[in-house]
Nanobody
Framework: QVQLVESGGGLVQAGGSLRLSCAAS????????MGWFRQAPGKEREFVAG????????YYADAVKGRFTISRDNAKNTVYLEMNSLIPEDTAVYYC???????????????????WGQGTQVTVSS
């Protein structure tokens, strides 16, 4: 069983930055691909960014490309999402997710992930 705990969300003005963290339990973190998703009120959960096990490969949704950066520290069992140039449309609950399935590419669909955190709220004011 893997437990994921997100932190770092909050209220920020447009143009500001936030750094989300996701701490994972267990000794298998380095064997998991990790992803960040978000869900705004009334909308489906959508992929934001993902990173493969070694951290050598990342992938971003077009909406955040160039503004967000995903990274991981396998020694700390933690994945990060650095969010810059935030806009009101980034407002959502952000979730991290993990999978041990060795996909050849960064998984981008919710069904590809096995474990989910409880989410952290990010609110961007205009």
């Amino acid at each position: 069983q893997v437990q994921l705990v997100e932190s770092g969300g909050g209220l920020v003005q447009a143009g500001g930055s936030l750094r989300l963290s996701c701490a994972a339990s267990g000794r298998t973190f380095s064997s998991t691909a990790m992803g960040w998703f978000r869900q705004a009120p009334g909308k489906e959960r959508e992929f934001v960014a993902g990173i493969r096990r070694s951290g050598s490969s990342t992938y971003y949704a077009d909406a955040v490309k160039g503004r967000f950066t995903i990274s991981r520290d396998n020694a700390k069992n933690t994945v990060y999402l650095e969010m810059n140039s935030l806009i009101p449309e980034d407002t959502a609950v952000y979730y991290c997710a993990s999978t041990m399935v060795p996909f050849t590419a960064v998984p981008v669909q919710t069904m590809q992930y096995d474990y989910w955190g409880q989410g952290t709220q990010v609110t961007v004011s205009s």
